[in-house]
């Protein structure tokens, strides 16, 4: 069985900077898309960021491109978001997720996922 555990989370000024971090047990996720998800109030849930098994192989939604980077260490099964320049509309519950076979847009295509972090940007 998988496990995702999400941290990092916090309330944080717009223009702030937050780094959260998943760490996954139960299995070898190496071979595992690892993506980060969120949804705000009110708002359907949406792909934030996804990493594939190859170095360079990344998505960004357009919303967060350019302020948000995300990194694996399969070492140690874990998932980074360094979260840059944030802004009221990045307030969201932040959910790790976990896929074989690719990066897919669809949050219903992840399907392992984290209890989720709250991410709060007060402006």
């Known amino acids: 069985q998988v496990q995702l555990v999400e941290s990092g989370g916090g309330l944080v000024q717009t223009g702030g900077s937050l780094r959260l971090s998943c760490a996954a047990s139960g299995r070898d996720l190496s071979n595992y898309v690892m993506a980060w998800l969120r949804q705000g109030r009110g708002k359907e849930r949406e792909l934030v960021a996804a990493?594939?098994?190859?170095?360079?192989?990344?998505f960004y939604a357009h919303s967060v491109k350019g302020r948000f980077t995300i990194s694996r260490d399969n070492a140690n099964n874990t998932t980074d978001l360094q979260m840059n320049d944030l802004k009221p509309e990045d307030t969201a519950v932040y959910y790790c997720?976990?896929?074989?076979?690719?990066?897919?847009?669809?949050?219903?295509?992840?399907?392992?996922w984290g209890q989720g972090t709250q991410v709060t940007v007060s402006s």
């Open positions: 997720g976990a896929r074989l076979y690719g990066i897919v847009t669809a949050p219903e295509g992840y399907n392992y």
């Open positions: 990493i594939g098994l190859i170095g360079g192989n990344e």
